[in-house]
């Protein structure tokens, strides 16, 4: 086990019911006057676009709004963001909506005290050291950006997804309440489970040796969602499948199970040159890629794809053969993805062979290989890609 | 799931050499003025004591000092820690042991800054709104009190073990170096693991319908310790299964496996009774009664116990007999606490069967019922004592 640290302050509220507390929450830290941030129309005809309104309206605590996130959040908005909070002495952010809106509000958290330009922080030329304090309410089980220190912006000058972290970006408090999630599309419920599978899988395959607690941390999320996402898709309004999901995302990546290993992502990080690209779900493109990646580094690596295979899809461990072992995991991860109504090809998400060259150097920029578990090479990356074209 | 909130804002600075940071960790948490609380002469004969010394001089940091803590803490101690607090105007506890320290140091911290007997908190006369912070450098796994909110403290008047717990006890940072436990005896060691083995059994067994996701998570922490602890009992100086065993021992503690659901507390409270008599080491005691009252329980209540023998100790199910796998999977954790060297019988804890009505008393207070999974009555308790006597 590597050396690490771990800080994970964010306060849970979570469920029936949660979202009447947000105005007490505020309040609970800090906030005076506060920038209400969210995506289109859902929570407006969800009614918790009025709900939360009102709360803030009884409570007495001023607010300015900021809708229209989309999924693959965008710049342009964050600038946005920026000179409003600065206009109206914001000093708390508010994020009602998925990965999308909150990864936004981080965005505009830390670009509003920050005297440059906030894609700095992005493009990786300074860390992020402070940020106004940011509380959310979530409205689907998918990126774990309710509990994380992470944000993904597309930058919308190059058309690239990039990413930043830091602590001060968790947010202050989140609520939880698994019955907002009810009303999701069965598409993404799936993708949103697909994302927090391939939060875990990012973590589990590591080169670090001696992490059985996280290993098994990692692998019960994972049989979670496994178990939970299609009692879900049965009945969308199952409220104790939807909250064990809900619950898993936060796990998934608020770096529980993943501390003192070496991570790899490079899973996320072909899927965001498609995500990019398309505008394709960032989940489903991930059911696209990661079963290819797992096909991939097979040969090379082995070891994990095995524990994958036996410990989590109980795949009875052919000591002759371990490499079968593994890929029975593999066919076996492919089997749910595609039970749940994912995507395992490029044709599925509207993605074209003509455009792997293009992807493959946005991706790499200036670097030499992508991922740790196994360092892919620029041919790694578009044998990959091509795999997934079955045309 | 039933609704829960979670706040666990501890820092953990977790890896070889962490205590070499404390002094920056207490400044990061803003102490000026720090109470040193430690136990015996462990961390004397170590060399721990000098190297936080140093580190507090050379960061010119003042502190007090205050030694002496006991296994199962007492109240006089806290008194008089209390006192030194305020008198030396200390704003920050620095707790440097196991879980008694720390529980110590964290009845310090509430006693502080409340005008009435710091033992009010633990005879649930008043809640803990506020306290000092504290910060850890823990030496042993096993309390899970280095990220939890709970502290227990043995009443010298009555000598009683009495529980308290709030948020706002929870450690701001806690250092876990897993190379300062290598030095405990094989006994400690082992009575450390118990007790993290019980701290998810009392999560885990819950009436609560519908809890997946910690149900996973607690399995994770138990499949842990069982695969760690004989590691680290053959070879103490086994830095990577130490470290395991300590980031479980916190894990199984902070509540992160234990949200949303009914939790139990009958086996504590059975050995709390156990320790303030006879003051057998904590773990040793729970090592005794666990397995009792699961046995005791299984007819009533045998669901969990099924999933215990299955998911946990690999038991095959026995679909036409429940009740013998669960009893298979009982047998086998008595077998692995004997392999680990711990102790099932009051014979060998030097308890003795003329006290159980003493302490079946003291146990029940005015209360009618003990624990949630079963309720257990008086009868039921006495008769979970006597079948720890062998004689």
Redesign the interface.
Known sequence: ??????????????????ESHVAERIRQFGGTKVLFHYGGGSIRTSGLYDRVKDCLDEAGIPFVELGGVKPNPRSGLVYQGIELCRKEGVDFILAVGGGSVIDSAKAIAAGSVYEGDFLDFYRKKTPIEKALPVGTILTIAAAGSEGSGNTVITDEETQKKKGAKSDVLRPRFSILN?ELTCTLPPYQTAAGATDIMIHVCERYFSNT??????D??C???L??VI??TPRVLENPNHY??R??LM??GM?AHNN?CG??REQDWASHHLEHELSALYDVTHGAGLAVIAPLWMRHVLKKNPRKLVDFATRVWDVPLDEANPEATALRGIEAFEAFLKSIGMPLSFEEIGARKEDIGQMTDKLFGGRDTEGNYVKLTREDVMEIYESAVRE
Chains 1, 2 share one sequence.
């Open positions: 086990m590597e050396n690490f640290t771990f800080y994970a302050p964010t306060y849970f509220d979570f469920g029936r019911g949660a698994p040796e001696e992490v059985e607690i996280t098994r941390l692998e019960g999320i049989r979670t178990y939970e104790e499948a909250a064990n619950w898993a796990l529980v501390v003192g």
